[in-house]
């Protein structure tokens, strides 16, 4: 067939949508191809017709210092469609402890985070010592280690040795940004965070959350290819990339439908590029393609009143890990999301189990939820949810480049240098999308 585009995506992801939009505003006619009926990928949202809530896959948390999501945002639009703290504002509940919190003034970095840790009541004298030197360790080990992927995360607290009292504030930190428990992270990515934290100006530290939801982030994404040229067939299957000569010359679909082109960015998960693509395509990075994922297990718990004292709210001691206001149901009622990293013990769990459980832990942690009528409930188990943030993974972790000419990888599983996130999904299909400009 005809060659009217100049590019071809597969996958509308956030990587895809990236991608694309960044391609297409660079004046290329780019054709987006996704196997579902909507964009968004492992991070997407539907109507609940019973409520006409927006409902997300899961609890998905952002944040204001995602540099590379602002910008696609910013390009379609939608940047309004994202909330965020004014500066880093987390506050924790640890249990048999109660509440302390951690709040980053508007000051110059890195006189933030000194206030922030000076004003920790959690904190030893000895941990605020510790936290203060975090930046320093943090350069430390990117220094001494290359990307610090051959630590775990509790590896190198014990390294950096300290306070308990600081191991327990950064054990869930590293838990919520990996999807990974401490004792398997990978330290080098859980420094990436650290290091963005440090870095950034107060004002663009805060933590962030759709005002409705995921899928209103990337609303109208297919506009913008639209009016660009470019096209987005959705229910649309790739089945395998064709190469002729060491360079891509297309794509077959299931269908027995063919499209040529002579650049291709492949946006899928690591597990569906590797039944797409021959094995000697990867190279060395043959191996990501078996890499296990790490679930997570999110809930939405509706009050007939808010209970939570702050948008987010991290939990300690409890197997409920973070709860989200995330505002009115449009049905009646306020609306808590929680969630479960790595929740492995979970996966084949009752709903109605981990409905119970959460129930009680959200009762201990906050006394309004003890007071208040839980009117209905929803469990999100995302099985394939991220990349597996272990240390051993980290070296398979694909450039976007292949051996292929024209032929481009995204996603969060590529090598992006930061866990396998939102933020790392966008970073990669700016990345490939750049590249493929640069040869066109």
């Keep these: 067939m005809s060659r009217p585009f100049d590019a071809v995506v597969v996958g509308a992801g ?50 204001a210092f995602y540099a590379e999501t602002i910008r696609l945002l910013r390009r379609l639009g939608t940047e309004q469609a994202l909330e965020a703290d004014p500066t880093f504002h987390l506050r924790l509940w640890e249990r048999g402890r109660g509440s302390f919190q951690f709040r980053c003034p508007d000051l110059p970095s890195p006189f933030h985070w000194i206030a922030a840790v000076g004003t920790c009541d959690r904190l030893s004298a000895k941990a605020r010592l510790k936290a203060l030197d975090l930046p320093r360790q943090v ?89 660009r040229g470019g096209e987005v067939r959705y229910r649309a299957t790739a089945l395998g990339v064709r190469v002729d000569a060491g360079r891509v010359t297309g794509l077959s679909l299931l269908g027995r439908e063919r499209i040529d082109s002579d650049c291709v960015i492949l946006a899928v998960p690591h597990d569906r590029a590797g039944w797409m693509l021959a094995r000697e395509h990867f190279g060395r990075f043959l191996g ?31 197997k409920t890990q973070w709860a989200l206001d995330r505002g009115p ?31 009680r832990e959200l009762a201990e942690a906050f006394p309004e939820a003890r007071e208040a009528t839980l009117l209905r409930t929803r469990v999100y188990k995302e099985r394939h949810a991220t990349v597996r943030s272990i240390p051993e993974i980290q070296p398979l972790r694909p450039p976007a480049e292949t051996g292929v000419r024209g032929l481009l990888l995204a996603g969060d599983w590529t090598a992006t240098g930061l866990p396998p996130t939102i933020e790392g999904a966008v970073l990669s299909g700016h990345r490939a999308a750049a590249l493929a400009s640069a040869a066109r």
Aim: cysteine-free; proline content about 5%; aromatic content about 6%.
């Design 288 to 318: 990501i393609t078996q890499a296990p994922w790490s679930p997570i297990v999110s809930t939405m718990h509706v009050y007939d009143r808010p209970v939570l004292p702050s948008r987010f709210v991290g939990l300690l001691g409890t």
């Design 139 to 227: 350069r430390a080990l990117f220094a001494q280690n290359g990307d610090g992927s051959r630590f775990t995360v509790e590896g190198w607290l014990r390294k950096i040795g300290g306070s308990e009292d600081l191991a327990a504030v950064l054990r869930p930190l590293a838990l919520a940004s990996l999807n990974e428990s401490p004792a398997e992270g990978s330290a080098g990515l859980f420094g990436r965070v650290l290091d963005r934290i440090f870095q950034v100006p107060a004002r663009a530290s805060g933590l962030a959350l759709p005002r409705r939801g995921l899928s209103d982030l990337i609303l109208g994404f297919e506009g913008f290819l639209a009016g």
């Design 329 to 359: 149901a449009g049905a009646g009622g306020f609306r808590v999301g929680t969630v479960r990293s790595a929740a492995f013990e979970d996966e084949e769990r009752p709903g109605a189990s981990i409905v119970e459980e959460t129930s």
């Design 14 to 63: 956030f990587a895809g949508v990236a991608a694309a939009t960044s391609l297409a505003e660079s004046g290329a006619r780019v054709l987006v191809l996704e196997t579902r009926q909507r964009p968004g990928g492992r991070a997407t949202s539907w109507i609940d017709p019973a409520t006409g809530d927006l409902e997300d896959n899961g609890q998905h948390v952002l944040a």
